[in-house]
């Protein structure tokens, strides 16, 4: 439906100005993002306020993508299976409740997990090259640092399901242009 909405509205763009626009399918591809991220942002405040989860929500929102954008990760093979999985997490996540020692354990395990694997997936090999790779993978390990101080259980749950999106298992059954680094 997304990837549906986007060539529609790609089409359109390129209709109305054909020589000053980008080809469908880059159009495409972008507007697959806007449109999958901001209903997934959208959709999972909406539902978490109904809880009464909205900020913590949000705290989850704003970790997952500030972690990802450094560590890269899976992808699913469409964005509505992305848009559904995303708004689960988000709003979820706010309900677990985890012990300081869990907390404390779970960040370990999500460093170990970023010091191993990241950064992976075909954003960073398009954005960065392979030179800034130790900087995005410090990067990434000094921002599941700073949850040691800030303490919020919904954040440290967060990293980990950010850093098990990078354990290569998940990768067999994923986007199949995705690469391994």
């Excluded at 972008?30 to 978490?48: D, E, K, P, V």
């Excluded at 899976?74 to 706010?94: D, L, M, N, R, Y």
Aim: glycine letters at 6%; proline letters at 4%; one cysteine or more.
């Amino acid at each position: 439906m997304i990837e549906k909405m986007a060539l529609h509205i790609a089409k359109s763009i390129k209709g109305a100005n054909p020589t000053q626009t980008a080809s469908v399918a880059v159009m495409q591809y972008s507007l697959i993002a806007i449109i999958g991220t901001g209903s997934a942002i959208f959709l999972s405040i909406f539902i978490a306020a109904i809880f009464g989860t909205a900020v913590k929500t949000i705290i989850v929102l704003i970790s997952f993508m500030t972690l990802r954008a450094f560590s890269g990760g899976f992808h699913f093979k469409s964005a509505e299976i992305c848009t559904g999985v995303s708004i689960i997490g988000a709003v979820v996540i706010p309900f677990i409740p985890l012990t300081d020692l869990a907390s404390d354990v779970l960040l370990a395990v999500s460093l170990v997990l970023m010091l191993v694997l990241a950064p992976k997936g075909k954003n960073q090999s398009r954005i960065f090259s392979r030179k800034h790779y130790p900087l995005l993978k410090l990067i990434s390990l000094l921002i599941i640092t700073m949850n040691y101080w800030i303490a919020l259980p919904e954040i440290t749950l967060t990293f980990l399901v950010q850093a098990l999106s990078l354990l290569p298992l998940l990768w067999k059954g994923g986007d199949k242009r995705e690469e391994a680094f």
